[in-house]
């Protein structure tokens, strides 16, 4: 990152921040990973922001911003958009400075933050749902502002959110004995890795810094492309905390400015990665199970993407120290079936197929006899329709018990005498399985 300027935003203003957030939070823990330390060779850290008081860091820039404020702009009130983890700092900051809010969200919002939202900032918020995606949101929020003269919290378009998302960076450099080797952030609408690339150019130039988006929802790399931010048209809204139609003017900017100082540089310092929702979904049940951590898809995007440095030609020493950031834990339980799902969608242990059963006794057993293995298991069993009175197509869900199996699975079905179609997660039909 080094030669990486911007007016937008200096490390002083990241420094201040930290300031006002002294007597507010609690600097997160950075925690060896041992699992992931294991399998990629390096040490890495995850940088706990998933145990702040509102389970994100979002906390940091919404408060900081709204500290900020004069008296006839706290008399006025705030309102913020969110897709519900800077929702829950605005809350939060409501509440301890005395200032209302109305708070603008997805009608796809999980319901637990919704419940957090309101845990939070108690009767100086007011929840407002409209619309099905962050974006959405964000209109209805700005037309109130212009309608009431209420001030804007902007989760990352501004230049005092960035400031206090990127206090991260200041804290993650006070709890190592020297400078990481890399630190991977997850990025939704820029200002995380804004304020982190900002602070980290000044401070420690020399950190190569990694921006990790969803594969279905990544409007940072789109803007990169193009040259300027713009409007995503098609998105997977699944990874919320990170689904954003379009990043911000401002965090643009400084990305910009940090892409075409790599591309002039002799060495990568910085990059963006795509991952593959399914991917999230693995590396969240992942840390559940060996770390005990609760994070919502968001949250769990960098360490996600650890895997994928190798292939980023970063020139990394052996004993490289990787910091990736657990940026928020807002994950409702409901949800952890799609998550199931996803994660062995991905794996390649869950496949769907239709299959064409001949109307009389015996044809499913000796579909479960003839074409499963002895490790395969039937998730999903559901008639499709009956096109005669001789046969009907069901559609079959399908558990593998290793992927080197599915080979096999489709050599039996293609000699069975049943009529049998895989659907292919890329078509049109499988979008209405998950």
């Given at each position: 990152?080094?030669?990486?300027?911007?007016?937008t935003?200096?490390?002083?203003?990241?420094?201040?921040?930290?300031?006002r957030?002294?007597?507010?939070i609690?600097?997160?823990p950075?925690?060896?990973?041992?699992r992931?330390?294991?399998?990629?060779?390096?040490?890495?850290?995850?940088?706990?922001?998933?145990l702040?008081?509102?389970?994100?860091y979002?906390?940091?820039?919404?408060?900081?911003?709204?500290?900020?404020?004069?008296?006839?702009?706290r008399?006025?009130?705030?309102?913020?958009?969110?897709?519900?983890?800077?929702?829950q700092?605005?809350?939060?900051?409501s509440?301890?400075?005395?200032?209302s809010?109305?708070?603008?969200?997805?009608?796809?919002t999980?319901?637990?933050?919704?419940?957090r939202?309101?845990?939070?900032?108690?009767?100086?918020?007011?929840?407002i749902?409209?619309?099905?995606t962050y974006?959405d949101?964000?209109?209805?929020?700005?037309?109130?502002?212009?309608?009431?003269?209420?001030t804007?919290?902007?989760?990352?378009?501004d230049?005092?959110?960035?400031?206090?998302?990127g206090t991260?960076?200041?804290?993650?450099?006070?709890q190592?004995?020297?400078?990481p080797?890399?630190?991977?952030?997850p990025?939704?609408?820029?200002?995380l890795i804004?304020?982190?690339l900002?602070?980290?150019?000044?401070r420690?130039?020399r950190?190569?810094?990694?921006?990790?988006?969803?594969?279905g929802?990544?409007?940072?790399?789109?803007?990169?492309?193009?040259?300027?931010?713009?409007?995503?048209?098609?998105?997977?809204?699944?990874?919320?905390?990170a689904?954003?139609?379009?990043?911000?003017?401002l965090?643009y900017?400084?990305?910009?400015?940090a892409?075409?100082?790599d591309?002039?540089?002799?060495?990568?310092?910085?990059?963006?990665?795509?991952?593959d929702?399914?991917a999230?979904?693995?590396?969240m049940?992942?840390?559940y199970?060996?770390?005990g951590?609760?994070?919502?898809?968001?949250?769990a995007?960098?360490?996600?993407?650890?895997?994928?440095?190798?292939?980023?030609r970063?020139?990394l020493?052996e004993?490289?120290?990787?910091?990736?950031?657990?940026?928020?834990?807002?994950?409702?339980?409901?949800?952890?079936g799609?998550v199931?799902?996803?994660?062995?969608?991905?794996?390649g242990?869950?496949?769907?197929?239709l299959?064409?059963?001949?109307?009389?006794?015996?044809?499913?057993?000796?579909?479960?006899?003839?074409?499963?293995?002895?490790?395969d298991?039937?998730?999903?069993?559901e008639?499709?329709?009956?096109?005669?009175?001789?046969?009907?197509?069901?559609?079959?869900?399908?558990?593998i018990?290793?992927?080197?199996?599915?080979p096999?699975l489709?050599?039996?079905?293609?000699?069975s005498?049943?009529?049998?179609?895989?659907i292919?997660?890329?078509?049109?039909?499988?979008?209405?399985?998950?």
């Amino acid at each position: 990152m080094v030669g990486v300027t911007t007016e937008t935003l200096s490390a002083a203003d990241v420094e201040e921040a930290a300031l006002r957030l002294a007597d507010v939070i609690e600097s997160s823990p950075l925690q060896i990973c041992e699992r992931l330390s294991r399998e990629s060779g390096w040490q890495v850290y995850l940088k706990r922001e998933d145990l702040q008081a509102v389970r994100s860091y979002k906390l940091r820039g919404a408060f900081n911003l709204m500290s900020q404020l004069n008296e006839s702009e706290r008399a006025a009130g705030v309102v913020c958009a969110s897709a519900g983890n800077h929702a829950q700092g605005v809350a939060f900051a409501s509440k301890r400075l005395g200032i209302s809010a109305r708070v603008y969200l997805p009608r796809t919002t999980p319901r637990q933050k919704r419940d957090r939202i309101r845990v939070h900032g108690g009767e100086r918020v007011e929840l407002i749902l409209v619309g099905d995606t962050y974006d959405d949101a964000a209109a209805a929020a700005l037309a109130d502002v212009r309608a009431t003269g209420a001030t804007l919290v902007p989760p990352f378009d501004d230049r005092r959110t960035m400031a206090g998302q990127g206090t991260i960076g200041a804290e993650i450099l006070a709890q190592l004995p020297k400078p990481p080797d890399v630190v991977v952030v997850p990025v939704g609408g820029g200002g995380l890795i804004a304020g982190l690339l900002a602070y980290l150019a000044e401070r420690a130039p020399r950190v190569r810094v990694v921006g990790v988006e969803p594969a279905g929802a990544a409007s940072m790399t789109a803007a990169l492309a193009a040259g300027a931010p713009m409007t995503l048209h098609e998105m997977d809204p699944f990874v919320d905390g990170a689904a954003v139609r379009r990043v911000g003017d401002l965090p643009y900017e400084i990305v910009a400015a940090a892409a075409a100082a790599d591309d002039a540089g002799d060495r990568e310092s910085f990059r963006m990665v795509e991952v593959d929702e399914g991917a999230i979904c693995t590396e969240m049940l992942a840390l559940y199970q060996n770390e005990g951590i609760i994070a919502e898809p968001a949250g769990a995007l960098a360490a996600a993407a650890v895997g994928l440095i190798g292939e980023l030609r970063l020139e990394l020493p052996e004993d490289a120290v990787v910091v990736a950031l657990v940026s928020g834990g807002n994950n409702d339980v409901s949800r952890y079936g799609e998550v199931v799902e996803r994660s062995l969608v991905h794996s390649g242990l869950k496949h769907y197929f239709l299959v064409e059963f001949a109307q009389k006794p015996g044809a499913l057993r000796q579909f479960l006899d003839e074409v499963l293995g002895p490790e395969d298991d039937i998730t999903l069993f559901e008639y499709v329709k009956r096109n005669n009175r001789d046969t009907g197509p069901a559609l079959v869900g399908i558990e593998i018990g290793a992927v080197e199996a599915l080979p096999g699975l489709l050599q039996r079905m293609e000699e069975s005498p049943m009529r049998i179609e895989q659907i292919d997660p890329g078509s049109p039909a499988y979008a209405y399985l998950t």
